[in-house]
C-alpha cells in the first residue's frame, strides 16, 4: 500500500474520501468496544463456562487485529497525524440474577448481532474504497466477522441444547 509520507513507501497521495476515513475510524472505535467486551465475558466465564470463555478470548484477540489492521490502513491512507482511538468511558452494566447457561446464551446472542452488524459495515466501507488494498482488507475484515458471528451462534446453540 502505497503512503503519503515522503521517503517511506512513495509520495504519492491516496486519495480516499473524509466519509470513509472517518468511518474507519468509528470502526477503530467498535473494535476498542469490542476487545472490552470479549475481555469482559472472558472473566465473567472463566471459572463456570470454559469454553465460553475461550471463544471470547479468542475472538477478543481477533478484534485486536483488526485495530491494529485499521489504524495500518488509516496510516496508509493518509488519515491527518495523531489521530487515536481510545476508548471513552464504557457504559457500566451489570447482569441480572446468575452467571448461568441462559445468561451466557443471552450474551452469545447479542454479540453475534454485533458481529453480524461488523460485517454488514466492513461491506459497506468495502464499496466505498477507492483503493484496491484498501477494498481487500475491509473485505477480509467483514468475513473475519462473519466467521465470529457463525461461532458465536455455534455455541449458543451448543449450550442451548446442553
Known sequence: MRRNNKGVRGTETIQESPALLR???????DELTAIVDYTYGQILWDSTLKMVAELFAATALTEMRHYLTLGR????????????????????????????????IQMLQERRRDEEAAARNYQRLSAMATDST????????????????????AMAKRLAGS
Open 23 to 29: 468511518e474507519l475510524m468509528r470502526s477503530m472505535y
Open 73 to 104: 490502513l488509516l496510516r496508509d491512507l493518509g488519515a491527518p497525524f495523531g489521530l487515536r482511538p481510545t476508548p471513552q468511558g464504557y457504559p457500566t452494566t451489570s447482569l441480572q440474577g446468575e452467571c448461568n447457561p441462559a445468561v451466557a
Open 134 to 153: 484498501a477494498k481487500a482488507v475491509l473485505s477480509t475484515l467483514a468475513r473475519d466477522e462473519e466467521e465470529h458471528a457463525a461461532a458465536l451462534a
